[in-house]
């Protein structure tokens, strides 16, 4: 789960990590009014989930009220179109109103799972101001890691290690370390799965601030965090993945045209693989879980068929505990409940997958019923590009 800057700045402040003072607005009257309320010069910065606002136009720089009123009336609803948003863009819906800094020095920090190590990584880096994927690709031996064992926590010797890679001095130390560490205890309490200031700054007055604030949660562990759920904002997120949610699916849109709808995510991450790979582009990843009955079945049908761009759909199902020929009656169970106007192709295997493929083949609905998963590939493939199975 994703948040917008104002939000992660506000969790930020309740943890001790410096921020300027800032105040959210969902209209240009309420811009305005935090403009007065900050005095002075002011940033306006449209807020929603990607990254590059800046250089997309969606953060400007503004001497007083009545030049916020003329900014955040051409900031809300502009399709902010950045190097995350894609060609399409996002629509802006609120701002933040923030004052303005004397910035002397960009940083980075940021701390992310390091799954190889089973441990979390800060990585701090003098580089600020660029896309940390720039740094790491181009010049690596400026971002300085440190790993932190989860039953250990965050030690003082890291905390030093780390101020002292930002270059930080005098009181800078002092005020970097107490940031960093404040950072580390927003993200260990909160389950947080990403946590990113870019930039960190040092001010002309010496102060250390965070500029920005990019923080996911683990969508795992938020039965934990109560307070969590309602900071998520629909709006930016796809309405097939809000949909899925609901139903207890994993669904993530992507750009294709071939649905898949399978048991299992690494049968699912191998069925986008095979698509690839025989000219094909998948139009999502979806797990239905392990039980593929007629309900998860059809959930998983309209879900897709909501994308347009889907011209046809590979059902890739591993019978393992259930029975394929329950499954492949769940599906033609599913099928009847919905009208499905694309070519479906399944595939099926495991437990009963004979009887589950005389079944599927036997029915009336049509399926075009794959022996292999190099046979489905190839069929879907072919069913989408309008060449027939």
Request: glycine content about 12%; some cysteine; hydrophobic content about 40%.
């Amino acid at each position: 789960m994703k948040i917008h800057e104002y939000q992660g700045k506000a969790l930020f402040a309740d943890y001790g990590v410096p921020v300027p003072e800032g105040y959210p607005a969902f209209s240009v009257d309420e811009a305005v009014e935090a403009a007065k309320k900050i005095g002075g010069r002011v940033m306006v910065k449209a807020q929603i989930h990607a990254g590059g606002r800046g250089k997309g136009g969606g953060v400007k720089l503004v001497s007083g009220p009545e030049e916020v009123r003329k900014v955040a009336g051409e900031i809300l609803g502009m399709r902010l179109i950045t190097h995350q948003t894609g060609p399409e863009g996002q629509e802006v819906q609120r701002l933040l109103i923030e004052k303005a800094s004397n910035i002397a020095r960009e940083l980075y920090a940021g701390i992310v799972l390091d799954r190889g190590r089973g441990q979390f990584a800060m990585m701090v880096s003098t580089e600020g101001g660029v896309e940390i994927e720039k740094v790491a690709a181009e010049t690596p031996e400026r971002i300085v890691k440190e790993w932190i064992d989860p039953a250990l926590g965050l030690q003082p010797y890291q905390l030093r290690n780390l101020a002292y890679a930002l270059q930080l001095e005098g009181d800078q130390v002092k005020q970097g370390i107490k940031t960093l560490k404040a950072l580390w205890q927003a993200f260990e309490a909160n389950d947080c799965s990403l946590m990113e200031i870019n930039p960190l700054v040092v001010t002309d007055e010496d102060e250390v601030l965070a500029l920005d604030a990019k923080i996911n949660f683990d969508d795992n562990a938020l039965f934990r965090q109560p307070q969590l759920p309602a900071l998520r904002d629909l709006s930016e997120e796809e309405p097939q993945e809000i949909e899925a949610s609901k139903h207890n699916l994993s669904y993530i849109k992507l750009d294709g045209n071939v649905g898949c709808m399978v048991n299992g995510a690494g049968l699912a991450m191998a069925t986008m693989d095979i698509i690839k790979l025989h000219g094909g582009e998948p139009a999502n990843f979806l797990d239905v879980g392990g039980v593929a009955n007629s309900e998860t079945v059809a959930n998983g049908f309209r879900i897709i068929l909501d994308d347009p761009s889907v011209k046809a759909i590979l059902v890739n199902i591993f019978g393992g505990i259930v029975r394929g020929d329950r499954i492949a009656q769940g599906i033609i169970d599913a099928m009847g409940q919905i009208t499905v106007k694309v070519p479906v192709v399944v595939r099926m295997e495991g437990t009963n997958a004979e009887q589950a493929r005389k079944m599927l083949g036997e029915s009336s609905l049509k399926f075009i019923v794959a022996t292999t998963l190099e046979d489905a590939a190839q069929k879907a493939v072919g069913a989408a590009k309008g060449g027939g199975a």
